[in-house]
């Protein structure tokens, strides 16, 4: 017998995400799996079918095959959390589509991915056939939405190495790219979130993001199917409902993003209502002001910060629920399997403490690369490390606070708008002869995108502006303010100053 031991790395025992249901099935087949609005409650056994069924379904009726990729275009429905894993199970890749964005931004999307089947919500039947796209079924989620008692075993090709999502994330260029994720980066986002929130099999979670989102997918919901945990999933933020639901069903933890905890705050009822189910809130996709942190913690409802991006899965760093270790403005410290390090203007790596630097992520956890896009990809890394575009600071202890955001992102309701997609329509206007488009401080939303605007006298007005812009860009993305400006500011090299152009629209405001 030999005394040597194996040098390979060791691997996960888990040959795709999908067995995770099977194997919690195995265990407790009658345990609810996920609870949808009035539907009846999803057993574990009964979800391990469903995704047998679909993983032939999809095979032997639509003909996706390992690598294919499956469109969703519709708000959460326990169905889309079956074909991911059915997808699992044959190794293809599901693209949940963002159903906030324009029939245009739509339509490029489902040509940038070119899936073999696409699968719509009833309020998105015409977006879905108006994408027009050759050799993709177009079908209802209602034909996946069949349960049955009793399945054959589907043993598809899926492996952890496999792309199994491809989220779709704005682009600097004014185009969305397609991010891949891989099972293993899933697998090792949950294994991160287990620690984050000390989930267990006992708990139940509260899930309202939108699945278009990884926040939906991998803060929480799929981690804890993992554990063997309660989904409650629900079909689209609503407060009322979200209050409702922790009243009657008592989750435990739930994710939320800023403009989702305001509106639970502003409740007529926030002061009264019991939330004492919960024993953290898991938050992030943006700046999390202390005063909204201090609301919630004044109500014995801890808040643990999440930070990390569509790349990373999202899961880089964080406050873990239990520590209690909060420290105003810090996002918390490197995930249980991911790294960080802050670089200077040429990526080599800041050693010194409380020093502004690129935040850079390296870990199993990143996206494969962006989907067909080689050169993006090869941008978006230095030697192995995710450029995250964001600055940052770590103290002494190694805890990490956001300082800025390098790529002029704004972040308006928990929803990244990029200025070069919105600039991109307005240089197509006649009449409009420079733009530039910022972030602009708001009450409600954070950020909202203002445009600063040089027209010529016989001009475009702000409200046929504004109807241009609604034909192309989603209503998210369209700006809130109109400056107009008789030449935009620019430096020695003709390039246009976003700090000048911030100025002038804060001052345009005072």
């Not at 324009?102 to 879905?128: Q, R, T």
């Not at 796209?133 to 069949?146: A, S």
């Not at 067909?372 to 990490?400: M, V």
């Not at 027209?455 to 007005?461: C, Q, T």
Request: net charge negative.
């Amino acid at each position: 017998m030999s005394d040597s031991a194996d040098p390979s790395p060791l691997k996960p025992a888990m040959r795709n995400l999908a067995q995770s249901v099977r194997r919690q099935a195995s265990f407790d087949p009658d345990r609810v799996a996920i609870r949808f609005e009035t539907d009846k409650p999803i057993t574990y056994q009964a979800l391990d079918h469903w995704v047998d069924n679909l993983a032939h379904q999809l095979r032997d009726q639509f003909d996706i095959r390992h690598g294919d990729r499956v469109a969703w275009l519709g708000y959460n429905h326990p169905a889309m959390i079956a074909t991911l894993y059915a997808c699992a199970r044959l190794g293809a890749a599901l693209v949940p589509v963002n159903w906030r964005l324009s029939n245009e931004e739509i339509s490029f999307i489902i040509e940038n991915c070119a899936p073999k089947l696409l699968v719509y919500g009833e309020d998105f039947k015409d977006a879905a056939i108006g994408t027009g796209q050759e050799n993709c079924e177009i079908r209802p989620l209602q034909d996946l939405t069949r349960k049955t008692d009793s399945a054959k075993p589907f043993e598809g090709e899926g492996q952890l190495s496999d792309m199994v999502m491809i989220v779709y994330t704005s682009g600097t260029t004014g185009r969305p790219k397609g991010a891949m994720l891989g099972q293993e980066s899933i697998y090792i986002n949950a294994v991160n979130s287990i620690d984050a929130h000390e989930l267990r099999r006992s708990d139940r979670l509260l899930v309202n993001l939108p699945l278009f989102h990884v926040g939906g997918w991998n803060i929480q919901m799929l981690p804890g199917l993992m554990v063997g945990a309660e989904i409650i999933l629900h079909e689209k933020f609503d407060p009322a409902m979200v209050s409702k639901a922790i009243v009657d069903l008592r989750p435990d933890l739930m994710v939320l993003v800023p403009v989702t905890m305001k509106a639970l705050i502003d409740l007529p009822n926030w002061q009264e209502v019991d939330y004492s189910s919960l024993r953290a809130i898991a938050a992030g996709s943006s700046i999390i002001s202390t005063e909204l942190i201090n609301i919630f913690e004044e109500k014995n409802l801890p808040v643990i910060q999440i930070y990390g991006s569509t790349e990373s899965g999202p899961i880089s760093v964080y406050q873990r629920s239990g520590d209690r270790t909060y420290i105003p403005g810090s996002m918390g410290k490197p995930a249980l399997l991911a790294e960080i390090r802050l670089v200077d203007v040429d990526g080599v790596e800041i050693t010194e403490t409380e020093t502004n630097g690129e935040i850079e992520i390296r870990g199993a956890h990143l996206m494969q690369g962006y989907w067909k896009n080689q050169e993006a990809t090869r941008s978006a890394f230095n030697d192995g490390w995710f450029r995250s575009g964001d600055i940052g600071q770590l103290d002494a202890d190694g805890f990490l606070y956001f300082q800025d955001r390098h790529k002029n992102l704004i972040i308006s309701g928990g929803e990244n708008v990029y200025p070069a997609e919105i600039e991109r329509v307005l240089a197509t206007i006649p009449g409009i002869t420079e733009a530039a488009v910022i972030g602009a401080p708001d009450e409600k939303w954070g950020e909202v995108p203002a445009a600063v605007l040089v027209v010529e006298e016989d001009g475009p007005d702000e409200a046929a502006i504004s109807g241009i812009l609604g034909k192309n860009l989603a209503r998210f993305k369209l700006p809130r303010q109109y400056h107009l400006v008789d030449a935009l500011p620019r430096n020695s090299m003709g390039k246009v100053v976003a700090e000048l152009v911030r100025d002038l629209v804060l001052q345009d405001k005072n």
